[in-house]
């Protein structure tokens, strides 16, 4: 199954840390070309005078839950955040692999149920 193969990559990138940053930049194109309307991605610049952006966070809203990577100085955190009309009700910070195993998970079953969904998932996929 083609949503298997995007875990693969995923787990394969995340088991060498030196790849965490790669990992990162992959993930953020990814969401934004796939969920472009639920997706926002921020970005810094490198360095002082550099020109070249690095992502610093992630933030992927899908139905009741806000999902937020955030590049830190030795990796990176991520949570599972869920809203009652705008409002955070509960935080859950998520390991990086349980955060893309959630965010994955919530994909496939709001493509069970929507054809925009579905093909949302297919974009980010490939």
Do not use: C, N
């Not at 020109?51 to 610093?56: F, N, Q, S, T």
């Not at 859950?92 to 579905?118: H, I, K, M, N």
Request: hydrophobic content about 45%.
């Amino acid at each position: 199954m083609a949503d298997d193969s995007f875990d693969l990559d995923a787990s394969a990138l995340r088991a060498d840390g030196a790849d965490l940053s790669v990992f990162v930049e992959v993930l953020a194109r990814k969401l934004e070309a796939a969920l472009p309307a639920e997706t926002e991605v921020r970005r810094r610049s490198k360095g002082l005078l550099s020109r070249e952006k690095v992502v610093e966070s992630i933030e992927v809203s899908l139905g009741d839950h806000r999902y937020v990577l955030l590049r830190e100085r030795r990796g990176v955190s991520a949570s599972r955040a869920q809203e009652v009309r705008g409002v955070v009700i509960k935080r859950q910070p998520l390991e990086l692999d349980a955060w893309v195993d959630a965010l994955t998970g919530q994909l496939r079953e709001l493509a069970a149920g929507s054809a925009a969904a579905r093909a949302a998932l297919e974009r980010l996929v490939d």
